[in-house]
């Protein structure tokens, strides 16, 4: 939009203040103003930086409001630009509305992008990196949270959370009752910091090293589990490619439903259409 002004939403460090980019440091300087979770913690980042420029608060519990306010001044000519406490925003972190709201207005939206801990986990993780997926934190509640780990039990991608503290000794074992003991995972604890700690082992190793060691039970971290895989000389059919497969059963015939979930799943055909029998003789 002509005459508008750009949001830039820029990544900052982790943890070691090295990790922000020329870029992010030259956007910070030029912006009008900056939209911070927490402008006190990001005051002493632009301190540190000698960075003038004005903060204002943006975080989730008024960005909806803020979100209209600083999309008006967008409109009205002025650049601003978006940080989250550490790392990229609305990565675990807010600014999804803040970003709707401005694209909704037409205005331009730039990432500058840096520092992120589950791509710096990933990278130095040592788990398949081709395909993954971010799950971000974990329910608080057991139930929740087994019943979450319960339906990612047959995941064959690798799978990556954020993760409390006070909780990893809690997940861990949970992952480790849910996906079985011998499952591969990493800690990736305090990334960039004085205590960067990467260690990978089956997922009952990890348990008792944590259990063990209580200052493993400090910082920040990242969990990375090897994703699935069908045990040897069998081929099984994962938990999501059935659950595509008794959507599609609700509403075509066997063979049309079993070649579509087949296309959608990369499972066999053949495989599916045994499967689609076994279910519809369930039902019969
Ligand atoms: N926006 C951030 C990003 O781009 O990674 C994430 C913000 S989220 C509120 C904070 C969580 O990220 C922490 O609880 C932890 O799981 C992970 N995290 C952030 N910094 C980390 C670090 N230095 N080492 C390991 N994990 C980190």
Known sequence: MSGAGVLYVVATPIGNL????????????????????????????????????????????????????????????????????????????????????????????????????????????????????????????????RQRLQALSEEPRTLIFYEAPHRLLESLEDMRELFGPERQVVLA????????????????????????????????????????QAPLGEESVSAEALRVLDLLLADLPLKRAAALAAEITGVRKNLLYQQALERQKDRD
């Open 189 to 228: 604890r305090e990334l960039t910091k004085t205590f960067e700690t990467l260690k990978g082992a089956p997922l009952a190793e990890l348990c008792a090293w944590v259990a063990t060691d209580a200052n493993q039970q400090r910082g920040e971290c990242v969990l990375l589990v090897e994703g699935w």
């Open 18 to 145: 090295e990790d922000i980019s020329a870029r992010a440091l030259r956007v910070l300087r030029e912006v009008a103003l900056i939209a911070a979770e927490d402008t006190r913690h990001s005051a002493r980042l632009m301190q540190h930086f000698g960075i003038p420029t004005p903060l204002v608060a943006c975080h989730e519990h008024n960005e909806r409001d803020q979100g209209n306010r600083l999309v008006e001044r967008l409109l009205a000519g002025e650049s601003l630009a978006l940080i989250s406490d550490a790392g990229t925003p609305l990565i675990s972190d807010p600014g999804y509305h803040l970003v709707r709201q401005a694209r909704a207005a037409g205005v331009t939206v730039v990432p500058v992008p840096g520092s992120c801990a589950l791509i710096a986990a990933l990278s130095a993780a040592g788990l398949p990196s081709d395909r993954f997926i971010f799950e971000g934190f974990l329910p608080a509640r057991s139930s929740a949270r």
